[in-house]
């Protein structure tokens, strides 16, 4: 043997087992540890030496079967028709080549310089990235279900196919063959993934990678109890055996497949040529992110049925169908290093350094880690090979460690003690769970510095927030000109940008004198802003925009939202007690004041002040003053027992209208009195003995009264004239905005929602309202037509504002 051959043998050896070590991994034990690209170039390696050296074939060659072996805990199912695999397309030569081939092999006229020959019919639709499985009909009943296995030989799935809802156990209508093998994709939708972790996540289970994943490790449970429980979808791609054959086309038998009640993909089409082949091709690429599910190609097949039996097939493959893979969004590349980043609020957040690799057509050298947490959890050291995925505008993110590939030198991700850019220590944040009564202190998941305004990172971040589009708007500070303002000392905090002069910042890189002038009239201009944007400008940790819209609405005065106590907080709607503790901590923060103060001395004056919101004025009564204390063992409905009872009391006193006189005083001296109050029904022993040790607990009683002071300072406690509600005719409705609106922009779009007292969200949900979707419109548009939201385009949409009398200019 020459050395050549040795070498190519050594080869094909190396990559025969490698690849089948893999094949056992993703078929048998769900668990990949490559991408799929990785593996089809390895595959493809070994295709091409077994094509130099065909002597070197074997039977158990990877290039002449498909997939692994069954697992033993399932019964095994011998597939009388083998369940094959498909060619690979990854360029458009490589497409126009497959469609050469199927003209050579029909014999057709293959074209000239003066047209392109006879065209051949392909079916296309998308390549779903899921679990291949075989459906047995026999007289239209189900009799079996079976993985693809080793693609001879599968796994008896009987009992778990039967828990897919899309799954039809009986055939509907008639005309069906007495024997119909149908085969396709068990999948999982994006949006059935999410619920699916976030489940899981809720119970301390298993999360899912991705929804293949997720999908194999469901469908392959041997309690199809735990099937029955996950989002599986099945999707019809052709068949096997068959007593008679349903169509004379691909396209054909699928539709008349459709009929009987098996679900096919919405997305087959008929193309007639290589040209229509490509062009859906792209069309199917430019939407596939909007898509319910995902997939990674488009799969044509020669759809005339007698020309798929002409054209034969190879050992592992048919001749008449192929797969044109999408640019893979998962990739293998080295981690260089692992670098530390400060944002805004001082989240010291890894970073993972990459060697450079394209992901999805664009090269990616960087990655997110999230945190240290999600470092631990991947197990992931310095010098690791590590899948990184991107999905469309996705920040590229580290999806998996390919242990067996980790070298020796490998070094563990250490956080630094102290900041990379101020050198203050680094401290990890705690968590403060607080629930009745109580407060549980537990470790975070992120890493601080303490340098807050005097750490660099930290102020240029603050700063390029407070001066952002959606808060400040000063027009001409881009994240380099702020950078360049703090190195050269002109700015210490976002107040100094008020004191900026003309000879300070001409001359600088990138200002001379008109763009020097120009920002200066920006920053001017920028001084009578709306409550809600300076209070988001402020960069108030958990605080988004539409929360610094609910304080501004609902507390009308940066006063009050300055002064409003953590429990007041909670009134707004969809603020919690944490989110009200970080904006009560915010605003008592010595230096917050200070740089607050120094902004409206430098002449900020907020626009649309004025008083308390109605509807948050309204919203308060004493029990559910009693409820928001706290207090241990005391539910909702104890409060209102306690309440009612102190309010019966007090009129029985003649004390003027109870209702409105009540006080937290009165509660506490009825708690107090142990011999009436112990006979008080409908509030167990244990609440009652509660309310008595709150209350006795000077502490805690004074807390209770400077709550109630602050409603009634505020002229929201129960005692307090209220206005009459007028009610918004979206009030309690979420709106979400998708695509890109051409009448008006989203922007303007959600300020007229807002008017009209709907929520505009960001994402869709089982209890979005409605979807508003203009072109271009997304994911977003396909998890609402999934959850059967209602869709408006922009017409319909202008047309549902003109009826609340609302212009569209």
Known sequence: ?????????????????????????????????????????????????????????????????????????????????????????????????????????????????????????????????GLAVSLLYRDGKLVRGATRGDGTTGEDISVNVRTIRNVPLKLQGSGWPDVLEVRGEVFMSRAGFERLNASQAEVGGKTFANPRNAAAGSLRQLDSKITASRPLEFCCYGLGQHSAEPAATQVGMLERLKTWGIPISQELKLAKGIEDCLAYYRDIGERRMGLAYDIDGVVFKVNNIEDQQQLGFRARTPHWAIAHKFPAMEELTELLDVEFQVGRTGAVTPVARLKPVKVAGVTVSNATLHNMDEVARLGVMIGDT?????????????????SERRPADARPVDVPQQCPVCGSAVERTQLIKRSKGRETVSEGAVYRCVGRLACAAQLKQAIIHFVSRRAMDIEGLGEKSVEQLVDEGLVGSPADLYTLQFEQIVGLEGFAEVSSRKLLEAIADSKRPTLARFIYALGIPDVGEETAKVLARSLGSLQRVTQALPEVLTYLPDVGLEVAHEIHSFFEDEHNQTVIQHLLERGLQLQDQGELGAEFAASTTLDG?????????????????????????????????????????????????????????????????????????????????????????????????????????????????????????????????????????????????????????????????????????????????????????
Not at 47 to 58: G, I, R, S
Not at 386 to 402: E, F, K, L, N, S
Not at 743 to 761: N, P, Q, T, W
């Open 625 to 809: 003053l009693l409820d928001k204390l706290n207090i241990t063992s005391v539910a909702a409905t104890g409060a209102k027992k306690v309440a009612d009872e102190t309010i019966k009391r007090l009129a029985a006193s003649g004390e003027g209208k109870p209702e409105q006189a009540v006080r937290v005083q009165h509660v506490a001296e009825l708690c107090k009195d142990w011999l009436s109050f112990s006979v008080l029904k409908g509030v167990n022993e244990k609440a009652k003995q509660a309310l008595r040790d709150f209350f006795n607990d000077d502490g805690r009683f004074n807390k209770a009264k400077e709550i109630e002071q602050q409603l009634i300072d505020f002229g929201m406690h129960w005692s307090a004239e209220k206005k009459v509600l007028e009610g918004l005719p979206l009030a309690g409705q979420t709106w979400v905005l998708t695509g890109s609106l051409e009448v008006m922009s989203r922007d303007v779009a959600k300020d007229k929602l807002e008017a009209l007292g709907a929520k505009v969200a960001g994402s869709v949900s089982a209890k979005t309202t409605c979807v508003v979707a203009g072109p271009g419109a997304g994911s977003k548009l396909a998890k609402a037509t999934e959850l059967n939201v209602p869709v408006l385009d922009e017409q319909a949409f202008i047309a549902r504002l003109a009826d609340y009398g609302i212009s569209a200019e």
């Open 1 to 129: 043997m020459t050395d050549t051959l040795t070498a190519a043998a050594q080869r094909i050896l190396e990559l025969r087992t490698e690849l089948d070590a893999h094949n056992y991994r993703y078929y048998v034990l769900d668990e990949p540890s490559i991408p799929d690209a990785e593996y089809d170039r390895l595959f493809r390696e070994l295709q091409a030496l077994e094509a130099e050296h065909p002597e070197l074939v074997t039977p158990d060659s990877p290039t002449q079967r498909v997939g692994g072996e069954a697992l033993s805990a399932f019964g095994e199912v011998r597939h009388e028709v083998p369940m094959l695999s498909l060619g690979n397309a990854f360029e458009e030569e490589d497409l126009r080549a497959f469609d050469r081939s199927v003209r050579n092999g029909l014999g057709l006229q293959g074209g000239d310089l003066f047209g392109g020959g006879v065209e051949v019919e392909y079916s296309c639709e998308p390549k779903l990235d």
């Open 386 to 402: 590590v899948i990184i995925r991107r999905a469309g505008d996705v920040i590229p993110q580290v999806m998996q460690v390919v």
